[in-house]
């Protein structure tokens, strides 16, 4: 056996490897929907380095083999792709258990039923309670009409139905509607997430930013809800960053419990990942995976907590919250290995709350839709 | 996860979208649900393993028994507990008859 190198972290100390659970593969940049909060990077992957159905089901072998054991197909919308439903059989045929996140655009009652035993879990997005809501953010007229239709067929073959809602500062006052949608629905789970202000929501924080007393409210809707459903229906939440006293731990601490693929193959240790400067990322046509994963030195960067500067590497919640998010460190503070931002603890909290602040009480409306960069307005 | 207890005439099962798994990677047993893969130990997977849909929960208490050589107490006590905690997480359903209706007891859909 030949000698291995042995992993280290971007000030060259050793880590430790784990086993990913968990993997996002983003089939495709290509939606019909244009969410100004999409999680895609700003500069989309075009339609023709996408990487085919042939190369998907081998990475799903190796991510298997690796210790995958869940992967989430995804986009861009994953029905954009023709043959979503050989690659959703090849990932069910590598033994992983299927989830489909998708805004239901694109997929049909026939192209569902192919889905029928393939398929584990279908995740539904909602970005409003009516069509109007729905459509003026999406950016697509007749989403909301059309995606109640998908879950209804959803619901008619039986598939597990998680509604995925994406709350914001326009939408958030509705959440005890969108709860009892849900319920209508016959969902097991809600996931109700606050917008990201990374990327694509980065330029529309003025009309999307919660309020606090928003937030406040929010909270109290899901606790309340969860007594009632309780055995029920189960709710998730994920609450606004900038509310928060300290950071969330982003991925369960970079390059430990998951991993997402690009559509061209890039393999990144979260999805936004590639906003961070002077990290190169392998691709599966260049390297196994299983390579990519314990000696990619994107990956390794950021493991274990040896590199984390103070306030970080002297705080109580270091192996809690691994410093917070590196990509928000980096869009906020210039400098991927700052402690994130939204803790209270960092130098930059004031300031960042001040400006959340003064962007949840903009009258701003104007939206910034996703777009491919050739049919984005300039 | 405290409080209603259900009742032995309830059959708990796996709803679709749920299911045992074999993690050959990390040599364990696992149960993968919608956003969750819950590590087994023995005896969460032998509990699960007897899930039929169509045994009574108070039927898999006695099989359990049985096998184990355990008081029925103690196995009745471990499987209210762990199927309690599954069913308030979605995990697990319950099939109950009319005069069976509590919290937490319902039929899929």
Known sequence: MKDEPIPRDIDGNPVRVGLPMAMLAELTHRCPLACPYCSNPVELTRVQSELTAAEWADVFRQAADLGVLQVHLSGGEPASRRDLAEIARSARDAGLYVNLITSGIGLTESRLRELDGVVDHMQLSLQGIDAEMADWISGYGGSFARKMQVAEWIGAIGFPLTLNAV????????????IDLAERLGCRRIEVATVQFHGWADLNRRPLMPTMAQAARAREVVNAARQRLRGRMVIDYVPADHHAIYPKSCMGGWGSTGLNIAPDGTVLPCHAAQTITGLRFQTVREAPLAAIWRDGAAF???????????????????????????????????????????CSRSGLNAQLRAEAEADATSDDTALVYRRMAKERRI | MTGHRISGGCVPYLPRGVRLHDDRVRGMRVLLAPERAMRLDPVGDAILSELDGKRSLAEVVLTLCQRYAAPAEQIEGDVQEFIRGLVDRRMVFLACAEGDAQQGCQDEG
């Open chain 1, 167 to 178: 709350v914001h500062r326009q939408n958030l006052d509705r959440l005890p509607e969108m």
């Open chain 1, 300 to 342: 390794n960067a950021f493991r274990g907590t040896a590199w984390l500067p103070e306030p970080c590497q002297s705080c109580d919640r270091r192996e809690v919250d691994f410093g917070g998010c590196r990509c928000q460190a980096m869009a906020m503070a210039g400098d991927a290995r700052a402690t994130d931002p939204v």
